[in-house]
């Protein structure tokens, strides 16, 4: 049973940094990936990495965010956060034996598995 636990979230100043981290409960994902929903918005990605650690990030988060893995976790460094940064980040993570070629994996459709989720806050 694959689990995806999120942790690291929290309240920062505009400016500041924080780590978000995600643990998978199994090994190997095809592809891992970093969403986020802020309040009254959709759902948007916010980066994504593959097998062979071929990265892409929104462009409201280049040169900010950083995507890496280790291991069984998951890595989202952010600095120089903004308000607009504010959100629910969520973690999520595909097999190669489930992943749907004609999917993008900027495209939340392309992920099975997901964390519940962890609050970044900046104010």
């Known amino acids: 049973h694959v689990q995806l636990v999120e942790s690291g979230g929290g309240l920062v100043p505009p400016g500041g940094s924080l780590r978000l981290s995600c643990t998978a409960s199994?090994?190997?994902?095809?592809?891992m990936a970093w969403f986020r929903r802020p309040p009254g918005k959709e759902r948007e990605e916010v980066a994504t990495i593959d097998t062979i650690d071929n990265i892409n990030y929104a462009d409201s988060v280049k040169e900010r965010f950083s995507i890496y893995k280790d291991l069984n976790t998951l890595y989202l460094r952010m600095n120089s956060l903004k308000p607009e940064d504010t959100a629910m980040y969520y973690c999520?993570?595909?097999?190669?034996?489930?992943?749907?070629?004609?999917?993008?994996?900027?495209?939340?459709?392309?992920?099975?598995?997901w964390g519940q989720g962890t609050q970044v806050t900046v104010s």
């Open positions: 999520a993570a595909q097999t190669l034996t489930s992943y749907n070629s004609w999917l993008s994996l900027r495209d939340p459709l392309a992920y099975r598995y």
């Open positions: 199994v090994g190997s994902f095809y592809c």
